[in-house]
């Protein structure tokens, strides 16, 4: 996961999270997220390299509507990623 930029990282988690959500539902999910509009020519391009890349899985819904899935490496890839976030943040908080 160290090869992919934060937006990539995030579409990931995103994707993780829903059932087999279609790109709108993502695009909705991050605009809420960063607070600002997610254009199409930058969330599909990443979408489709997260596919290239074997973390994501792309199907088909209908004609006009696909839907994204992790693949079992992008969910090892996303553990991984945790794991190692938390040897760096205290998932504990000291109370004053």
């Known amino acids: 996961m160290y ?22 539902a993502i695009k909705d999910e991050l605009e809420n997220y960063y607070e600002k509009e997610i254009h199409h020519g930058r969330l599909y391009p990443n979408l489709d390299t997260l596919v290239d890349k074997g973390l994501v899985e792309k199907g088909q819904r209908d004609r006009r509507t696909n839907y994204y899935t992790l693949t079992r490496r992008g969910r090892r ?20």
């Open 3 to 24: 090869d992919l930029t934060g937006f990539q990282r995030d579409l990931l988690y995103v994707i993780g999270g829903q059932e087999e959500p279609h790109g709108l």
């Open 77 to 96: 890839e996303i553990d991984a990623r945790r794991e190692w976030e938390d040897g760096y943040v205290d998932v504990e908080t000291d109370a004053d």
